[in-house]
């Protein structure tokens, strides 16, 4: 089956400053790559997705790239700001496979 | 309210017992899927379900059963509750264009 793995496992960053998470995963087969965010005492929701057709999707201040030949994908967080602190969660599927894959989450801490 | 919500948001039970984890959404989705959340492991799929009366296991389904009888609610039960069953549930539904909405989450603890 599929396996997720996300990096860093925390990651602190001023404020204005740029955060990255980046993300591998195992199945060739899959072409679905959402990300969530995830703040304290919620559940998670859904911020920005990507299918395996499009290299790269921009919303406001946050980017998501894939590299389907490596099997990466990674969130990008421009100019911080404290609102901007949650854990977020990258996942992945197939079209025909509903079931998502999770990676274990990153914690993201802005610093005023 | 429009959404999914899930009850209780809070339960304290007893190992061996038995507890319903309930599951209710109003976009009539056709999938639904419940999920544990723990430190380490981030979000692992228990059971999933394609339509009323359609369910099938996830990552880790031992010790949960599942039903369907109506499209907008997906009940979550553990037959006997064991200590390594506390622990953070969610439940979602997938849109139509994959994305999944999840509840607020109930915190369950075995003692």
């Known amino acids: 089956g599929e396996n997720v793995e996300q990096h860093p496992s925390t990651l602190s960053v001023q404020e204005g400053d740029s955060a990255v998470i980046k993300c591998t995963y195992s199945d060739s087969a899959s072409n679905y790559f959402p990300w969530y965010k995830q703040e304290l005492g919620k559940g998670p929701q859904l911020i920005i997705d990507i299918r395996s057709n499009v290299g790269e999707k921009k919303d406001q201040r946050i980017a998501v790239t894939l590299n389907k030949t490596a099997k990466h994908f990674s969130l990008h967080i421009t100019e911080t700001q404290p609102e901007d602190s949650a854990v977020y969660f990258c996942?992945?599927?197939?079209?025909?496979?509903?079931?998502?894959?999770f990676g274990t989450g990153t914690r993201l801490t802005i610093i005023p | 309210d429009a959404g999914i919500t899930q009850s209780p948001r809070y339960k304290i039970t007893e190992t061996g017992r038995q507890v319903t984890l309930m599951c209710h959404q109003t976009w009539s989705h056709s999938y639904m899927f419940w999920y544990r959340q723990d430190l380490g492991h981030g979000l692992r799929l228990i059971y999933y379900s394609a339509a009323a009366d359609i369910t099938d296991k996830g990552e880790v389904p031992d010790g949960y059963v599942v039903s369907r009888s109506k499209t907008e609610n997906f009940p979550l039960t553990l037959e006997s509750a064991t200590r390594s069953q506390t622990s953070v549930y969610f439940c979602a539904s997938q849109g139509l264009f994959y994305e999944q909405y999840f509840g607020p989450g109930t915190r369950l603890t075995v003692t």
């Open positions: 996942a992945a599927s197939n079209f025909g496979n509903e079931k998502l894959t």
